[in-house]
């Protein structure tokens, strides 16, 4: 089947602006994660869905940052008044539970903040 | 709090054996292993779950050490298909949010 979708690829902002990143996980899957990745860097969690609901949001940056997701499916990350050190890979993973269960990733999105 | 993965880097000839291991001083409900080719999205090797239980698809193998909560995953006679950032993700269980935390990465590179 299908596997996580992510759009856009790739996006192109000014300094300031707001930008939205959307991920289709795989049908089924109740639990969705973001990450953020730098070039050359690990993944650094941002947050964590089960369901519609996110029981983890510790690893949101600040609150220019902020997810949500419908349906139990798409989810949307958004970043308002977006900053340079915004820049990096957006990562959507999801897999059929929790931690015990393997993580399928989505091609990220790369955002280039000018 | 990030797991410590080590080495950072290795180079090996094609035939040869790696290990990695990662370790963490949290408590640990899983592990995962997975392994990211440059400019790809990370793909899933293994998953080592508390009391032995191990899930994989790969002819590379993982152990964990709980007294000294330390996983280690094994290259053995590595192909050229293995090089890449290998990144081992923890799982805390539900006082850790039932999330992974990554971490910082092995880079591989096999060479012929």
């Known amino acids: 089947g299908a596997g996580v979708s992510q759009s856009p690829s790739n996006k192109v902002t000014e300094k300031g602006k707001d930008v939205e990143l959307r991920c289709d996980p795989i049908?089924?899957?109740?639990?969705l994660y973001w990450y953020r990745q730098s070039l050359g860097q690990g993944l650094e969690f941002l947050i964590y869905f089960q369901g519609n609901s996110a029981p983890d949001k510790s690893g949101l940056p600040s609150d220019r940052f902020s997810a949500e997701r419908t349906g139990g499916s798409v989810s949307t990350l958004t970043i308002q008044r977006t900053q340079q050190e915004d820049s990096a890979v957006y990562l959507c993973?999801?897999?059929?539970?929790?931690?015990?269960?393997?993580?399928?990733f989505g091609p990220g999105t790369r955002l280039t903040v000018t | 709090q990030q797991p410590v993965q080590s080495p950072q880097a290795v180079i090996l000839r094609e035939g040869e054996d790696a290990v990695i291991n990662c370790s963490s001083s949290k408590a640990l409900y899983s592990v995962h292993w997975y392994r990211q080719k440059h400019g790809e999205a990370p793909v899933f090797l293994m998953i080592l779950l508390k009391g032995g239980e191990q899930k994989g698809h790969e002819k590379i193998s993982a152990s964990f050490n709980e007294k000294k909560q330390q996983s280690s995953l094994y290259l053995t006679a590595s192909q050229l298909s293995y090089s890449g950032t290998y990144f081992c993700g923890w799982g805390g269980g539900a006082a850790a949010g039932n999330k992974l935390t990554f971490g910082g990465g092995t880079r591989v590179l096999v060479k012929p």
């Open positions: 049908s089924g899957h109740t639990a």
């Open positions: 993973a999801s897999s059929f539970r929790g931690q015990f269960y393997e993580q399928y």
